[in-house]
T-cell receptor, first 116, second 112 residues
Framework: GAVVSQHPSRVICKSGTSVKIECRSL??????MFWYRQFPKQSLMLMAT?????????EQGVEKDKFLINHASLTLSTLTVTSAHPEDSSFYIC????????????FGEGSRLTVL | KQEVTQIPAALSVPEGENLVLNCSFT??????LQWFRQDPGKGLTSLLL?????REQTSGRLNASLDKSSGRSTLYIAASQPGDSATYLC???????????FGQGTTLQVKP
């Protein structure tokens, strides 16, 4: 159990276009989902925290108008990179919490975004 | 503020060796600590979760220990195999925000 799926796993887009990445909890309801960004050979940096039905909380330095997060249901959160630029190219990973008292997080497979 | 550090950054060992990966954290008021594995270009796979009340957790050839007082955790891998080659990340929550803070990871290569 506790499977988190991301789609697409890879996406290439032209500069100026918008890209949507989906994060789904397949076998549990995720009270909270997190979005991370990972640069090559670096660790994960938290971008934002999303709770179902409410606005996402963004980390300092993350542009909320650039990275739109929607957590419309307990099993789906989406990250939309708007007006993408080459510097937005990165590996984006989501994680989900099922609200247990263990605090354990489950991660998706990641989405590689390349902006030309 | 929680800071997580992993040493070494990279490790290369011959197959069959037992090895230890180290993780240290500054905020000892944690409620858990989690170890993950990341293969190149992939997401994270949860390996072990240690609750603050526990001192260690075991899963197969993996054993993770937690010493809150010293702010340290170790991941012990027994009888390493080439398939164990990956980056291993530890993560601990910040006590005031609850957000998970990751170490930089240890990239392990097990040579046949």
């Amino acid at each position: 159990g506790a499977v988190v799926s991301q789609h697409p796993s890879r996406v290439i887009c032209k500069s100026g276009t918008s890209v949507k990445i989906e994060c789904r909890s397949l076998d549990f309801q995720a009270t909270t989902m997190f979005w991370y960004r990972q640069f090559p050979k670096q660790s994960l940096m938290l971008m934002a925290t999303s709770n179902e039905g409410s606005k996402a909380t963004y980390e300092q330095g993350v542009e909320k108008d650039k990275f739109l997060i929607n957590h419309a249901s307990l099993t789906l959160s989406t990250l939309t990179v708007t007006s993408a630029h080459p510097e937005d190219s990165s590996f984006y990973i989501c994680s989900a919490s099922r609200g247990s008292n263990t605090g354990e997080l489950f991660f998706g497979e990641g989405s590689r975004l390349t902006v030309l | 503020k929680q800071e997580v550090t992993q040493i070494p950054a990279a490790l290369s060992v011959p197959e069959g060796e037992n090895l230890v990966l180290n993780c240290s954290f500054t905020d000892s008021a944690i409620y858990n600590l989690q170890w993950f594995r990341q293969d190149p270009g992939k997401g994270l796979t949860s390996l072990l979760l240690i609750q603050s009340s526990q001192r260690e957790q075991t899963s197969g050839r993996l054993n993770a220990s937690l010493d809150k007082s010293s702010g340290r955790s170790t991941l012990y891998i027994a009888a390493s195999q080439p398939g164990d080659s990956a980056t291993y990340l530890c993560a601990a929550p910040s006590s005031n925000t609850g957000k998970l803070i990751f170490g930089q990871g240890t990239t392990l290569q097990v040579k046949p």
